[in-house]
């Protein structure tokens, strides 16, 4: 390690890091909430005679500290990641994501910096979009890590300069065609389910379901919710081909939203008469430009 850290000094490259609050709060159900934020808390962290009131900033100084201690005490560091899911969890929501991150933006642009090193941080923001085939090893959230949804829509305000100024919504992408109102549903007047457990393994294996996990946006749907999410989800993911909602005959076609509360049922977006599996494997690539498209929000 020492030596990948001479190198950059050489180099004069800047050490570049990846700090996730988030993932504190994930793995150690003991781990203090509001700790993660930067809003304040009521149970500081002292470190000697430095005082901490988020994760962020502890982490960061924990490096230049190491740093330090190796005798690089002046090396330029990046925050290459950093940001809150929005999905997949319990404490993957809008409401904390927005709060993350916009207290993440007022924090490095006042020039403040951290106890153990002043100035400006550069950061980078993960991620502009959503990427729903990212492995799920980790757990459901990493494929929600986007502050705008699939199609372009921001899916919470938050101002990019970090200096409190209002009506600084995010601007969505215009135009955003969709495919025609219609979803794929468990059919209620189906009767034998024995089916019914392989074919949403099946559509779950080949879409995203991942917001039907625990503490999810789309947890307390029920069975008759489960299975048709999980059947709209490849539906839509297959651009709503006419042999796309079958299952064994236990689903159906209908023109109703079936959406409840903040948990969406999709539709995917048009891309004209290209070739299916393009379609498809296009939406995938686009998502997981994601982390290199933030970026150029810095630049």
């Known amino acids: ?3 990948i850290i001479q190198f950059l000094n050489d180099n004069e490259a800047p050490f570049t890091v990846n700090i996730y609050p988030f993932l504190s709060l994930y793995d150690n159900q003991y781990f203090p909430l509001d700790f993660a934020f930067f809003d304040g ?3 500081p962290v002292i470190d000697g005679t430095t005082q901490y009131s988020n994760v962020f900033d502890a982490n960061l100084d924990t490096l230049i500290w190491a740093l330090k201690k190796a005798g690089f005490p ?28 916009q207290g993440l933006l007022k924090h490095v642009m006042c ?4 106890p153990m090193r002043s100035g400006a941080i550069e950061v980078y923001l993960f991620s502009l979009l959503d990427e729903d085939a990212k492995s799920i090893a ?5 494929r929600h890590w986007g502050i705008f949804q699939y199609d ?9 300069s970090g200096l409190g100024q209002q009506n600084t919504a995010l601007i969505g992408g215009s135009g955003v065609k969709y495919l025609p109102e219609r979803w794929c549903v468990l059919n209620p007047e189906a009767t034998d389910l024995t089916l019914l457990p392989d074919s949403i393994t099946y559509a779950c294996t080949y879409s995203d379901c991942t917001s039907l996990g625990y503490g999810s946006s789309c947890n307390n749907l029920g069975l008759q919710g489960n299975a048709s999410y999980a059947f709209n989800m490849y539906y839509q993911v297959r651009n709503q081909g006419s042999t796309d909602c079958v299952f064994s005959n236990l689903a159906m076609v209908t023109t109703r939203n079936p959406s409840q509360g903040l948990c969406k049922f999709q539709r995917m977006i048009a891309n004209g008469h290209a070739d299916r599996s393009i379609q498809y494997h296009t939406h995938l690539a686009i998502a997981s430009a994601g982390v290199v498209a933030v970026a150029l929000l810095y630049l």
């Open 41 to 43: 808390t009521n149970q």
């Open 152 to 160: 372009g829509l921001p899916k919470y305000s938050l101002d990019l």
């Open 1 to 3: 390690m020492i030596q």
């Open 138 to 142: 980790p757990g459901n959230f990493e």
């Open 74 to 101: 002046n090396m330029p560091i990046i925050v290459g990641e950093v940001g809150w899911p929005t999905d997949g969890d319990k404490n993957a929501n809008l409401m904390y994501a927005q709060r993350f991150n």
């Open 111 to 114: 020039g403040k910096g951290t």
